[in-house]
């Protein structure tokens, strides 16, 4: 797979080195959360345990669920941690997973948007090829419409030359009016997410 680099080296940045890490080095924590979702969210780990990539775990956080959300997980209890917690919404319930995962990477579920079954290889072999030089990697994703959907990248009028590309400044596509990036299709460093707080609790 090539890198393009020339965006780094502009930013001043160094190009990501050649590196013999192997995809399975790579360390993906999962986080899933929920308010009142027990079926969304049973669901959803039944198809991150279906990834050919395996995450290093899957951090549950309930959001004050009445419903049967804690029964329905049960029966993952050997593969899932579970974390409760009072209600405070969705923002709150994916910043604690971040918060307490033990990944170098963590990707979040979004009930709506399921993944391939090949989404965390994918992605770990571009955290790999590029050495984790990035904080955020994302990839495109397809939406299923009566027209017949088509990707999200397409769809924002976006596109790339090769399988992945690593730039050292993304905010010019997080200000495009169909950015492309997309939380269901996006890993994060962890470290990095901490650091700067998580996601803001006043976005919608």
């Given at each position: 797979?090539?890198v393009r680099?020339d965006?780094?080296?502009?930013?001043?940045?160094?190009?990501?080195?050649?590196?013999?890490?192997?995809?399975?080095?790579?360390?993906?924590?999962?986080?899933?959360?929920?308010?009142?979702?027990?079926?969304?969210?049973?669901?959803?780990?039944?198809?991150?345990?279906?990834?050919?990539?395996?995450?290093?775990?899957?951090?549950?956080?309930?959001?004050?669920?009445?419903?049967?959300?804690?029964?329905?997980?049960?029966?993952?209890?050997?593969?899932?941690?579970?974390?409760?917690q009072h209600?405070?919404?969705?923002?709150?319930?994916h910043?604690?997973?971040?918060?307490?995962?033990?990944?170098?990477?963590?990707?979040?579920?979004?009930?709506?948007?399921?993944?391939?079954?090949?989404?965390?290889?994918?992605?770990?072999?571009?955290?790999?090829?590029?050495d984790?030089a990035?904080?955020?990697?994302?990839g495109?994703?397809?939406?299923?419409s009566a027209?017949?959907?088509?990707t999200?990248?397409?769809?924002?009028?976006?596109?790339i030359?090769?399988?992945?590309?690593?730039?050292?400044?993304?905010?010019?596509?997080?200000?495009?009016?169909?950015?492309?990036?997309?939380?269901?299709?996006?890993?994060?460093?962890?470290?990095?997410?901490?650091?700067?707080?998580?996601?803001?609790?006043?976005a919608?």
């Open positions: 797979m090539k680099d965006e780094l080296t502009e930013s001043g940045a160094e190009p990501p080195r050649s590196s013999a890490a192997e995809p399975r080095s790579v360390s993906i924590s999962v986080v899933v959360s929920g308010h009142n979702r027990g079926r969304d969210v049973a669901t959803a780990i039944d198809r991150v345990l279906a990834q050919r990539f395996p995450a290093s775990e899957i951090l549950v956080v309930d959001d004050g669920s009445t419903d049967d959300t804690i029964a329905r997980v049960a029966r993952h209890r050997e593969h899932i941690r579970l974390v409760r209600r405070l919404g969705r923002v709150a319930a910043n604690r997973g971040a918060e307490l995962s033990t990944g170098d990477w963590v990707a979040f579920v979004d009930f709506g948007a399921p993944w391939r079954e090949d989404h965390l290889e994918r992605m770990a072999a571009a955290i790999a090829a590029t984790g990035a904080d955020l990697y994302f495109d994703g397809e939406r299923a027209e017949g959907g088509g999200h990248w397409q769809a924002a009028r976006f596109d030359e090769t399988p992945f590309e690593l730039v050292g400044d993304a905010a010019r596509w997080a200000l495009m009016r169909h950015q492309p990036m997309n939380l269901a299709a996006a890993v994060f460093c962890r470290q990095r997410f901490v650091e700067v707080g998580g996601f803001d609790f006043g919608k």
